[in-house]
């Protein structure tokens, strides 16, 4: 297994174009999961497929401001320290 990027566990803010995608990608996620609810039973198969996009969500959060390799995109983001 390839190292970790250092940033990999800690948290990059999104710039304001990143945002905008987030959005979508949230969007696109949220109505996905409206077609799931309206056309399948309420199921353990449908509690299953209504988590997996809920981890696909999260996951194109972090393709957003990640590069495949794990370094940020914007190459001059620092991560934001915990407070």
């Known amino acids: 297994m390839p190292d ?8 990059l803010a999104p710039n304001a174009d990143e945002i905008v995608v987030m959005k ?3 969007e696109a996620a949220a109505a996905h999961a409206e077609v799931i609810t309206a056309n399948l039973p309420d199921s353990a198969d449908r509690t299953y497929l ?3 996009l ?3 969500a999260m996951w194109s959060n972090v393709a957003v401001v990640r590069h495949p390799d794990g370094t940020p995109r914007a ?3 620092d991560p ?4």
Do not use: K, Q
């Open 4 to 11: 970790l990027h250092p940033s990999t566990w800690d948290y």
């Open 54 to 56: 809920r981890s696909l």
């Open 24 to 26: 979508r990608l949230r």
């Open 75 to 77: 190459a001059d983001r």
């Open 50 to 52: 209504l988590r997996s």
């Open 80 to 83: 934001v320290a915990d407070e």
